[in-house]
Structures are given as C-alpha cells and as structure tokens.
C-alpha cells in the first residue's frame, strides 16, 4: 500500500497562484498524476510525471500548471498559476504503475484524499 499526503490547498482569488504538494514513500518508483473533481463534475486528469521524466497535462492547464517531482523531499508539487473559478475542485495525488499515454483514472491504483482549492 502506498499512501499519498496532499498540502497546500486553500482559498485564492482568480488570478492567484498555489503549489500543491504530495508526499509520498519513492515517488520515483511509480508513475504519479494530480486529479480534480468539481462539484457534480466527475473526476479529471490535470496532470502526470511518468517514471520516465515525461509529463502530460490536460489542456485546460496548459501553459498554467507546472508538474514536477522533488525526489530529495520525496514530493510530487503541483504549481498552479493563473488561477480561475473554473479551477475550484479538490485535488488528488495518485500513485501507479499504468501508463497509458493519457491522463486515465485506471492507470492509478493509489489516491490521497484529497485538497481543496477554492478560487473566487
């Protein structure tokens, strides 16, 4: 089993900025993704840092988002820029060993619980 912390959520105006944070036991080791999911919304991909150093975004972050992995802090970070109300959802970090190319819930097998974001 691989547990997954997320930090850092919270309130922003639009516009704002914020740095999500996952902490996780060998993040290196496993492809690892952030999700969302609004209100009534179902769950999206926002963004992944495959094993191998690449990384895929969806195009709504595009340009905005940064993924990237602090493997001396044993972190997955999320750098949100530009930040919409369209943004506001809660924020998973998810753990697996899939990689399918795209940004598939079924690729990941272990989730965190989550991290709200809220932008107004």
């Known amino acids: 089993h691989v547990q997954l912390v997320e930090s850092g959520g919270g309130s922003v105006q639009a516009g704002g900025s914020l740095t999500l944070s996952c902490e996780a036991a060998?993040?290196?080791?496993?492809?690892m993704a952030w999700f969302r999911q609004a209100p009534g919304k179902e769950r999206e991909g926002v963004a992944r840092?495959?094993?191998?150093?690449?990384?895929i975004y969806a195009d709504s972050v595009k340009g905005r988002f940064t993924i990237s992995l602090d493997n001396a802090k044993n972190t997955l970070n999320l750098q949100m820029t530009s930040l919409t109300p369209e943004d506001t959802a809660v924020y998973y970090c998810?753990?697996?060993?899939?990689?399918?190319?795209?940004?598939?819930?079924?690729?990941?097998?272990?989730w965190g619980q989550g991290t709200q974001v809220t932008v107004s």
């Open positions: 840092f495959n094993v191998d150093g690449t990384r």
């Open positions: 998810a753990a697996g060993f899939q990689n399918s190319g795209d940004l598939r819930t079924a690729d990941f097998r272990y």
């Open positions: 060998f993040p290196s080791a496993y492809h």
